[in-house]
């Protein structure tokens, strides 16, 4: 699909594509996750290869000629594909998009000694980068969280990781409840020393429709309060940029150029290609999400070739507020000259200036490019409302 105009969204050719491929099933839910994944007793691989094969096969004809950045298989637990399947998706990919030289290609896998043991395979089918499910390093922290393996398993898997893929990241999830500072401080400087160059750190929030949001609801669950949460993202940036590994997003700490290729490639708002249940697409100024159920996205491919529910042009603030949203979140803020060329909106209607000149130690404006200070990432989610007017304008 091409633009509808393109003097007013310029086709996006010259930037890397990224890809996203969704396997929406798990061993268990896990209490606190509101991601599309599922438990079912049986998969049919053979068809969901085939069915994720021609959903692939939908978005290359849409996005003929691209160069191909990074392949990312995310879920549910991706590391439970059959390896064949993981393969099949990368030589099909690669033959449709010319991969850059330095195509980045990640997996996302739990830490169970049974997937860890497929890891080599995973590498030789071309996988170059895992993100791996531990989530904390305290065995009484995993059982609260619901996950299947303990400390020990979760480091064996990890060093079997680190022996079979190039790059390494992995989770943790803190600002639990109970947790003390000085408990965290001691667990991520632990998660340091094993000398990946990627963490992604989460607080832990309460999402509507898990089990957690059940138990929160009935006051069997408190999470840290503002001030408390406030204290341990402060510590968590401290102490990773003390060791050399920035915070270059809200919550994902890498050391210069360990970076996710291909989060970047969202967060700098690229054209990126979902395909499988319920993932999302953004294509020359188009929307497009796949149909969430595992089961009604096969049907829908049987039936149409492809799993697309909703496809949809994207009104130019809305792309700008999108833009806006998601590129303030990283450490090196937003070109608005781009985003400018990209939806033909005016600068001055993107971001109220103003509000920009009134927060000047949490939201600095430099010509055209727009950041939020180290002081402001506490604050993001107040700091947006106030400067994004792009946003009131998508939401008019």
Same mark, same amino acid.
Request: hydrophobic share 40%; net charge positive; glycine share 8%.
């Given at each position: 699909m091409t633009p509808d105009n393109p003097a007013t969204l310029p086709p996006t050719e010259d930037e890397p594509l990224a890809l996203y491929v969704h396997w929406p099933f798990c061993v268990s839910k896990c209490p606190y996750c509101d991601f599309n994944s599922h438990v079912r007793d049986g998969v049919d691989q053979a068809r969901w290869r085939d069915a994720l094969l021609l959903?692939?096969? !939908? &978005?290359?004809?849409? $996005?003929? @000629?691209?160069? $191909? @950045?990074s392949i990312f298989f995310g879920g549910g637990t991706p590391s439970l594909m059959p390896t064949a399947t993981v393969a099949a998706i990368i030589d099909a990919a690669t033959a449709a998009w010319a991969p850059t030289a330095d195509l980045e290609i990640t997996l996302e896998a739990n830490p169970s000694s049974v997937e860890a043991a497929r890891f080599a395979d995973l590498a030789a089918a071309g996988v170059n980068r895992v993100s791996l499910g531990l989530q904390a390093l305290d065995d009484e922290a995993l059982?609260? =969280?619901? +996950? *299947? !393996?303990?400390?020990?398993? @979760? =480091?064996?898997?990890?060093?079997?990781?680190?022996? #079979?893929?190039? +790059?390494? #990241?992995?989770?943790?999830?803190?600002?639990?409840?109970?947790?003390? $500072?000085?408990?965290? &401080?001691?667990?991520?400087?632990?998660a340091l020393s094993f000398g990946t160059e990627h963490l992604s750190l989460y607080q832990l929030t309460i999402e509507p429709g898990t089990r957690f949001a059940t138990e929160a609801a009935a006051g069997r669950l408190v999470i840290p309060d503002a001030d408390t949460a406030a204290d341990l993202f402060e510590l968590t940036r401290a102490i990773t940029a003390a060791a050399g590994i920035l915070a270059y997003e809200v919550s994902n700490h890498a050391r210069a150029g360990a970076e996710s290729r291909h989060n970047l490639a969202y967060w700098r708002y690229r054209d990126y290609a979902g395909v499988g249940p319920g993932a999302h697409g953004r294509?020359?100024?188009?929307?497009?999400?796949?149909?969430?159920?595992?089961?009604?996205? =096969? *049907?829908?491919?049987?039936?149409?070739?492809?799993?697309? &529910?909703?496809?949809?042009?994207?009104?130019?603030a809305l792309q700008a507020s999108e833009a806006l949203l998601m590129g303030l979140r990283l450490r090196e803020g937003v070109d608005l000259a781009r985003v400018t060329r990209r939806t033909g909106l005016p600068l001055d209607a =993107?971001?109220?200036?103003?509000?920009v000149a009134q927060l000047p130690e949490l939201i600095r404006l430099d010509g055209d490019h727009l950041t939020v200070t180290e002081a402001g990432m506490l604050l993001l989610n107040a700091i947006l409302p106030r400067v994004v007017r792009a946003d009131e304008a998508a939401a008019a």
């Open positions: 959903d692939l096969a !939908h &978005e290359v004809a849409a $996005l003929p @000629g691209r160069r $191909l @950045g059982h609260f =969280l619901g +996950r *299947a !393996h303990d400390v020990a398993e @979760g =480091l064996g898997a990890l060093a079997t990781a680190q022996r #079979s893929f190039a +790059r390494v #990241s992995f989770d943790l999830i803190y600002a639990r409840p109970g947790q003390p $500072l000085a408990a965290w &401080e001691a667990e991520l400087r632990r294509r020359y100024g188009h929307a497009t999400q796949r149909r969430r159920k595992p089961e009604n996205w =096969l *049907a829908a491919v049987d039936r149409n070739r492809h799993g697309i &529910e909703v496809e949809e042009r994207l009104p130019p =993107l971001i109220d200036r103003r509000a």
